[in-house]
């Protein structure tokens, strides 16, 4: 019998169908010409699957639709996060992030310019508006940003080897580390000592900054820690260890910055 499914349980039983079929996310979204992304959305419970997608599924996956919708359809039992998402994307990873230094500079250069007169913006923030500038931007482009990898750290994601590029920008006379006290707590603050080169930015990156800027730049430690905590990639990822760009796929609201229904498939 035909009941009326929600876009969860779509979702949930095209992953059933394509894990028991041998099919890779990336695989499954060629078959029916849309983005792996899609896909991933799709399987989430994110985003709806029209009558034509539906067909395609039932054609590459060999099932009817009359069963799909039906009461007898097996579903996978319920799962942690970890065993719903870590295993995916350990096997489907696409796109392995190298470090840029010079864009991630610039990118930093530039946080700090349009920051730099509010007195919220310790490294913690600091921290928090790195990371969601690389992730928001792989999530709408599927490419990096500044390629700055993150580790999950109990105060939230931390980039890799900022230490360094930061005390090498100190003794370049790019920036300025600085103690200060705010809310009785001791604060370490950046100051920009010169503008970034904004030429290194294309205007879609400069744009995806800006918007970060303008969300959370105003957020204390705390409320932008326990921001990034909800995030499903620091939140699906393990304690200690770097965190997969390609979760964001997996992303939902008020996180997700890309609208998967609106878009237009290459066909």
Not at 78 to 86: G, K, M, N
Not at 177 to 198: C, F, G, I, M, S
Request: charged share 25%; aromatic share 10%; with cysteine.
């Amino acid at each position: 019998m035909e009941i009326h499914l929600s876009q969860k349980q779509i979702g949930q039983r095209v992953a059933d169908l394509r894990k028991k079929r041998g099919f890779s996310q990336e695989d499954l979204a060629k078959n029916i010409k849309i983005s792996r992304s899609s896909l991933a959305q799709i399987e989430l419970g994110n985003r709806s699957v029209d009558i034509l997608e539906l067909q395609k599924l039932s054609q590459v996956l060999g099932f009817s639709i009359d069963y799909f919708m039906s009461n007898d359809f097996l579903q996978g039992e319920d799962s942690t996060v970890e065993e719903i998402y870590l295993p995916l994307v350990e096997m489907e990873r696409i796109s392995v992030p190298t470090l840029q230094v010079n864009k991630f500079k610039n990118v930093l250069l530039y946080i700090l310019e349009r920051c730099a007169g509010k007195p919220n913006v310790g490294e913690t923030v600091l921290y928090k508006l790195l990371y969601f500038c690389d992730f928001n931007h792989y999530e709408l482009y599927e490419e990096h940003l500044t390629g700055a990898k993150y580790r999950k750290l109990p105060y939230g994601p931390v980039p890799q080897k900022l230490d360094s590029i930061i005390n090498q920008m100190i003794d370049d006379g790019q920036l300025q580390r600085v103690k200060t006290d705010y809310h009785n707590y001791l604060q370490t603050r950046y100051l920009p000592l010169e503008k970034a080169n904004l030429t290194a930015l294309k205007a879609s990156e400069k744009e995806i900054i800006d918007r970060v800027i303008e969300q959370m730049s105003d957020w204390s430690a705390t409320a932008i820690s326990n921001y990034s905590h909800k995030d499903l990639p620091w939140l699906a990822s393990k304690e200690g260890e770097e965190i997969n760009y390609e979760l964001v796929f997996y992303r939902e609201v008020p996180f997700s910055v890309r609208n998967y229904n609106d878009e237009i498939e290459q066909q």
